[in-house]
């Protein structure tokens, strides 16, 4: 049974169009963030919530937009699909607001063509 | 959270043991020292965390030094499989984030 899982594994697609990618952890984890890993392998967050309600957001371009509908689920919904968002996208998890270890979902490979 | 110092990278021979460093010169009292594996094209997976006493688990050893100002990871008997990039990270167990910096890339070589 996968801890933490993306869907899709990969996803290519148009300048312009808007894609989502969805993350699921089985851990009973209260905290769930995406990080974004670019071509030069620099791993970044993005995002973090906590019960569902956001508590980090690093200054990510307003048209990445993630939503938690509880808290096993974090998806990340992106309009307006730009070149530079080309990118590999983790999903982690850890419990109560940044307590202890990180478990990282296999990651999602986007590309923008 | 205090920023951390790794080399770029290493190479060990299999079967050796594979001594990571890094440096956290800044680092506080409450924080711990985390270090993470990235192998090729998947997720980082979580290897051992300490704040000022030697740990071991099944997977590797830390060493922090007495001032806490550096750590070692120590991989005892490297394999081929142990090929990666290892990241050291410097966090408040309780709070935070964790951020990765560049790792080091270390080849384990036959």
């Known amino acids: 049974d996968t801890a933490v899982s993306q869907t899709p594994k990969y996803l290519v697609t148009q300048m312009g169009n808007d894609k989502s990618i969805k993350c699921e952890q089985n851990?009973?984890?209260?905290?769930m963030y995406w990080y974004k890993q670019d071509s030069k392998k620099f791993l970044k967050i993005m995002f973090s919530y906590n019960n569902k309600e956001l508590i980090i957001n690093e200054t990510v371009p307003n048209r990445f937009s993630p939503k938690s509908p509880d808290k096993a689920h974090l998806n990340l919904h992106i309009n307006s699909l730009e070149l530079g968002d080309s990118a590999v996208y983790f999903c982690?998890?850890?419990?109560?607001?940044?307590?202890?270890?990180?478990?990282f979902g296999s990651g999602t490979r986007l590309t923008v063509v | 959270d205090a920023k951390t110092t790794q080399p770029p990278s290493m190479d060990c021979a299999e079967g050796r043991a594979a001594n990571l460093p890094c440096n956290h010169s800044?680092?506080?009292?409450?924080?711990?020292v985390y270090w993470y594996r990235q192998i090729h094209s998947q997720g980082p997976q979580y290897i051992i965390h300490?704040?000022?006493n030697n740990e071991t688990n099944e997977m590797a050893s830390l060493i922090i030094t007495e001032d806490r100002k550096s750590s070692t990871l120590i991989l005892p008997h490297a394999t081929l499989r142990d090929t990666a990039v290892y990241y050291c990270i410097v966090r408040h167990r309780n709070a935070g984030k964790s951020t990765f910096g560049d790792g080091t890339t270390l080849t384990v070589k036959p």
């Open positions: 982690a998890s850890s419990q109560d607001e940044g307590r202890g270890e990180y478990t």
């Open positions: 300490g704040l000022k």
């Open positions: 851990l009973g984890h209260d905290t």
């Open positions: 800044t680092i506080s009292g409450n924080e711990y």
